[in-house]
């Protein structure tokens, strides 16, 4: 089993050489967000690019915050002053991310419940953990975590203590889904509603709920 909880394992995941003196490295949080680093030593930060704010400007200050490792764009040109940092270069930081959260999954076989749905996600997660947790130990998503990145970040809390695992996705996009299924993969599905969320988006109604049953599809 690849140790996910290393750099090594990581970037063996990831297709990139790791140097000797990153190898062990232990990684306890996956960061897109550079206020919510809260272990910058054992951090690894995905500078993702989106529509308001690009990851990569933010390195530098994480750096002095103590973040040493980070995943970044091919064509990302380090400065000099951070020649101690470790760079793991791929063509898409979301994509890596969303690899690295589905080696993470595929290490655990307890029944995971994936939820979906245009509203309620987060309430029926929510109510599920108040029925269950006391017969189990879940690990559920955080507030909202729905998106692209909020799956795999949910995903990564999966720990081999627990016995169930209740994660939610959400979509805004055409073929958004499938890449949450190969992360989630879920055992057990609800779907929760189909409403107006994100109707321009989508050619119909039938389009936009077929889209959100790919989660479902295995």
């Keep these: 089993m690849i140790e996910l909880e290393t750099l090594r394992g990581i970037a063996s995941v990831l297709e990139v050489p790791c140097p000797f003196e990153f190898q062990d490295i232990y990684i306890k949080e996956l960061a897109i967000d550079s206020r919510k680093v809260m272990l910058p030593a054992q951090s690894l930060f995905f500078a993702i690019a989106g529509d308001r704010h690009d990851g990569h400007n933010f390195i530098e200050q994480l750096y002095e915050n103590g973040v040493r490792a980070f995943v970044v764009k091919a064509d990302y040109a380090a400065p000099n002053k951070l020649d101690d940092a470790f760079f793991i270069r791929v063509e898409n930081p979301l994509a890596a991310l969303q690899m690295v959260a589905a080696a993470k999954r595929a290490q655990f076989n307890y029944p995971l419940i994936g939820i979906t749905g245009s509203n309620g996600k987060t309430i029926v997660k929510e109510w599920l953990y108040q029925l269950l947790n006391q017969s189990y130990n879940i690990i559920r998503s955080p507030k909202s975590y729905n998106s692209q990145v909020g799956v795999p970040l949910s995903v990564w809390r999966m720990k081999s203590g627990n016995d169930l695992a209740i994660i939610e996705a959400g979509i805004s996009m055409p073929g958004e889904m ?41």
């Design 178 to 218: 499938v890449k949450l299924e190969r992360i989630v993969r879920p055992a057990i599905g609800i779907f929760t509603n189909l409403g107006q969320a994100h109707d321009e988006n989508f050619s119909d109604a039938n389009q936009k709920a077929r889209e959100k049953l790919d989660l479902f599809q295995n």
